[in-house]
């Protein structure tokens, strides 16, 4: 009897898979995809969670130093861009197999409020980057009322 992977995760990945597609036909959370893939670029992996005062992202950009990544915040988008280059030694024709993905990519996230673009901050280690998205500050509507003295 040929032995199985772990269920559960069998199972996220076929999630991750269905979320993909998902995305890419409605072209959500990703910019430009549509010409990276065409391209032949790539596009890191991301996991994206909220907490009631901020957004967290997490890339997975293994192979890639602090100076190959640009972020900007604008509006509710968080937008990353960088690239992967392959080694000057590595030659074409040396190869047997070649499954990691070079070149450039571009990955944009719209949140569901405004975002705080000034205090955006980010970290990179080990491959991988961590930037918090803080959501703007709400402001208030409420008025305080001077009652008069007679």
Not at 8 to 30: D, K, T, V
Not at 81 to 100: C, D, I, K
Request: proline share 5%.
């Amino acid at each position: 009897m040929v032995g199985r992977g772990d269920p559960l995760q069998e199972l996220l990945n076929l999630q991750e898979r269905i979320n993909r597609l998902f995305e890419e036909s409605l072209g959500r959370g990703r910019a430009d995809e549509g010409a990276a893939l065409a391209s032949g670029t790539w596009a890191p992996l991301a996991d994206v969670y909220e907490t009631p005062r901020a957004y967290f992202v997490r890339l997975e950009l293994p192979g890639l130093d602090r100076d190959d990544v640009e972020i900007a915040a604008e509006d509710s988008v968080l937008t990353v861009r960088g690239e992967r280059r392959a080694a000057a030694s590595m030659r074409p024709e040396s190869f047997y197999r070649l499954e990691r993905s070079y070149g450039t990519f571009t990955r944009a996230f719209r949140f569901g409020e405004p975002i705080d673009a000034d205090r955006v901050d980010a970290a990179f280690k080990n491959g991988l980057l961590e930037i918090e998205v803080p959501k703007a500050r709400q402001r208030s509507d409420w008025r305080v009322r001077a009652e008069r003295k007679e």
